[in-house]
């Protein structure tokens, strides 16, 4: 190395041309690698990496206790269980200015710390990770975990279990955590953790309503779940069916029950289903007067068509709103296998509307998948040249278009959004990866599959080299109050 020092410019460079020369194919293979080499390389350095086996000394450190000047006395609350651990100051003080504080107040070789059960479980875990850098989760070791990071302010930490617990919503577990999870978010005020497990449950509802987690979850987390319109589930009928579920597990006072009840939107249970449960179901027995007016309004709503409805009632309120309900009448799966390679199209029939009265009638729909389409701003900057062609097809994004196979005057004044329902294969599972609303063409919702990269065989959007649709179409009926004036 001491050449490059006598040498000056001209030899320094021969001697580097000699050593890429020498380091051939290897150094432009591996990339970004091979620009730091040649960089150390320009400063005469050479990096010995022996960072592996410096972990394994702060590991065995640890477990050996060698040179440890401090004692922590992890002591579980409300028992008398304690675990002791051989620390050392300089590693705690380090990485949390918890530790630090605690031991510049302390005047003797040891550190007492409460912890609470849970925490106490996990303690030896957060420990090592002071020492070594990594740590290997549980789904129930998540919020232990978080606990002892947050309490001992281990940012790091702290940051890695909350990305954790968002990419980890769907993982298997015998008792399902993502309610407990939420639980904790909102205990804690991590509103974006929150978010995360609402819309996991809201896109999963149809697992969550036959899993055991459904009893487990709190008045206010369901009170949450009935009000929004982005739950994807079966039917009206399964929620209704499940909030009876919950309220015969739960016991709540009345009026949460009132609550949930009047959150159930009865204009999208088939007029044949609300009759039973007006006989049969105990609840709705035992309920009828607090949501009379609503099953009144709901038959109304199925006796005429609902342009009639809009002339004399508001129909711009939830139980007229339809969420995502995965039955045949309200759309279909759509499977498209190689999406990358040329344009599909695909027909299927829903109801007109959810209403007694148009329930039987069916609106066949079209729909057209294009792989690489380009929006007419971006595509008359082109010309006509076909020298260009290249540029277009890399450009394209993904677009459906949905639209009626025939027009209908029962189509008159109702707007009908469309529901593309994207799922994905994460952790071995189907889950639901996006949803997107639009009103006829996937472009007015702007980011359409946008982070899919289709193009790539192992792209997470793929499943089998498939992608994995379901279209639902929901006739909303604001704008015939727009129309009337
Ligand atoms: C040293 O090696 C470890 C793994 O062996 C690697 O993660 C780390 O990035 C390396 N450090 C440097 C400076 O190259
Ligand atoms: C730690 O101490 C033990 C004896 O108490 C000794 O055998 C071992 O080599 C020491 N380890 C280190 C890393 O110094
Ligand atoms: C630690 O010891 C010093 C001197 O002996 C004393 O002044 C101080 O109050 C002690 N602090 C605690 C927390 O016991
Ligand atoms: C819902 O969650 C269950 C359990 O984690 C999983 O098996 C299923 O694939 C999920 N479904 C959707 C649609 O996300
Ligand atoms: C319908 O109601 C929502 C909120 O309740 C309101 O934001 C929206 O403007 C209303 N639409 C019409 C057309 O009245």
């Known amino acids: 190395m001491a050449y490059s020092f006598k040498g000056g410019r001209m030899s320094t460079q021969f001697y580097l041309v000699i050593l890429l020369v020498g380091l051939g194919v290897h150094t432009v293979a591996v990339g970004g690698a091979a620009i730091r080499q040649e960089m150390n390389l320009e400063n005469g350095f050479t990096t010995l990496n022996h960072s592996m086996a410096l972990l394994q000394r702060m590991e065995s450190l640890l477990v050996q206790g060698n040179g440890s000047d401090v004692t922590l006395r992890v002591r579980t609350i409300s028992t008398d269980e304690m675990k002791v651990i051989q620390a050392h100051s300089l590693v705690l003080t380090l990485q949390s200015d918890v530790f630090d504080e605690m031991l510049q107040n302390n005047n003797n070789s040891f550190l007492v710390l409460r912890e609470p059960q849970d925490c106490a479980a996990v303690f030896d875990k957060f420990i090592r990770y002071l020492y070594c850098g990594d740590i290997a989760v549980r789904l129930d070791q998540a919020i232990p975990l978080h606990k002892l990071a947050s309490k001992y302010h281990v940012w790091s930490l702290q940051q890695g279990l909350t990305r954790y617990m968002?990419?980890?919503?769907?993982?298997?577990?015998?008792?399902?955590?993502?309610?407990?999870?939420?639980?904790?978010?909102?205990?804690?005020?991590?509103?974006?953790?929150?978010?995360?497990?609402?819309?996991?449950?809201?896109?999963?509802?149809?697992?969550?309503?036959?899993?055991?987690?459904w009893s487990s979850i709190s008045d206010e987390l369901l009170m949450s779940l009935l009000q929004r319109s982005d739950l994807i589930l079966y039917s009206e009928l399964d929620l209704y069916e499940a909030l009876e579920n919950w309220i015969e597990q739960n016991q709540p006072e009345s009026t949460m029950v009132e609550n949930a009840l009047r959150a159930i939107r009865y204009g999208m249970i088939p007029p044949q289903h609300l009759f039973r449960l007006q006989k049969q179901s105990p609840l709705m027995i035992k309920y009828y007067e607090s949501i009379r007016d609503l099953l009144f309004l709901a038959f109304q709503f199925h006796s005429a068509s609902p342009i009639q409805l809009a002339k004399y009632f508001d129909v711009n309120c939830s139980i007229f709103t339809p969420r995502n309900y995965l039955s045949s009448s309200w759309g279909a799966p759509w499977v498209i296998n190689n999406p990358t390679r040329d344009d599909r199209s695909f027909s299927f029939q829903t109801q007109l509307g959810p209403s007694g009265h148009d329930s039987s009638k069916r609106v066949t729909w079209n729909a057209l998948f294009s792989p690489r389409w380009l929006p007419l701003s971006v595509r008359s900057g082109y010309g006509e040249h076909g020298a260009l062609q290249s540029t277009r097809t890399e450009h394209g994004r993904p677009r459906i278009i949905v639209t009626p196979a025939t027009s209908s005057p029962d189509f008159a004044g109702v707007s009908f959004q469309k529901t593309v329902i994207v799922s994905a294969r994460q952790q071995g599972k189907m889950v639901v990866r996006h949803v997107y609303n639009f009103h006829q063409s996937t472009e007015e919702s702007g980011d359409f599959l946008v982070e899919a990269d289709l193009q790539r065989r192992g792209s997470e959007y793929l499943i089998d080299n498939s992608l994995f649709l379901h279209v639902i179409v929901k006739p909303l009926y604001h704008s015939l109050i727009v129309s009337k004036k």
């Open 166 to 213: 968002t990419q980890h919503l769907s993982s298997d577990s015998p008792a399902g955590h993502v309610v407990g999870w939420y639980q904790y978010a909102m205990q804690i005020g991590d509103v974006s953790l929150r978010d995360s497990c609402l819309q996991y449950l809201s896109w999963n509802l149809s697992s969550v309503l036959q899993s055991a987690e």
